[in-house]
């Protein structure tokens, strides 16, 4: 029994000196602290196109929420004003009130107008051309962030290339003995990938999610300026200047010429 507690005593006394050890590493590991920008600083300098790259990510996705919404390509006060103007079969001021207008139906109504004088054919194909370039404008804001999401793993990827290649430069002039320097690269490594990661993520799911919201809305508001043509009378409306603008395509300056030449009948 005495030998037990003799043997006892023995350990605890050897294994005291490694459990303050132990107490003293977990202290100092606990006041240790980084913040934020300090970790980010770690990544090196992947971390500037990849910080830039989270701000155009973020940009975008706020300015295409709010470009793609159904109300904000098609406002019903723009709606309702066609409407009434075409009831009454006033397409002067109906030009006039969409031309007055921002929103991308009145954009694809004023196009539509300034052609219906030509017919039926001519007046479609002006309202699809206005809504293909509605459409093309807003699909390429969503396109950049397809191609944020695949340039940040890329950038990210670099980051990881540098930062091993001095994981190993400090390994191969410090040794296996100096650990500091090699988890400092590491680190490095590993934070230059994950915030690639991060900020591909987002990107993605915000490019597939928005292009499909666009989708909609333009299918909603191609509806809707149709619905206004629908039963217009073009034979009434054959050459009528419906807008009204200046043209600036006269007549052959070899026919005014010839004009001017002939000599006057009396």
Known sequence: MKNAIKYAAVAALMFLPMVAFGADGAQQAVVVKKTFIQVLKEGGWCMYPIGLFSIGTVWLIIDLWI????????????????????????????????????????KV????????????????EALQAEVDKVSSTLQTRVNYLSVIGVCS??????????????????????????????????????????????????????????????????????????ALFRNAPYDYLRDA?????????????WMQTEQAAAPESF
């Not at 004023?110 to 479609?124: F, I, M, N, P, R």
């Open 67 to 106: 470009r793609t919404n159904a109300k904000k390509m098609t406002p019903e006060p723009d709606v309702f004003s066609a409407k009434q103007a075409f009831l009454a079969g006033d397409y002067v001021t109906a030009y006039q009130s969409m031309k007055s207008a921002v929103s991308p139906f009145a």
């Open 109 to 124: 109504i004023q196009a539509a107008l300034s052609s219906v004088g030509h017919g039926k054919d001519a007046t479609e």
């Open 153 to 226: 793993p890329m950038v990210g990827l670099l980051g990881t290339v540098s930062g091993m290649r001095g994981a190993f430069a400090a390994l191969g002039t410090s040794g296996i003995g100096d650990t500091s320097k090699l988890a400092e690269h590491i680190g490095e490594v590993l934070i230059a990938t994950a915030s690639g990661l991060f900020i591909a993520i987002p990107a993605f799911m915000g490019f597939y999610f928005l292009r499909n919201k666009l989708q909609t809305a333009i299918h909603h508001l191609e509806s809707e300026a149709s």
């Open 241 to 253: 200047d419906v807008g009204q603008e200046e043209t600036f395509a006269a007549m052959p300056l």
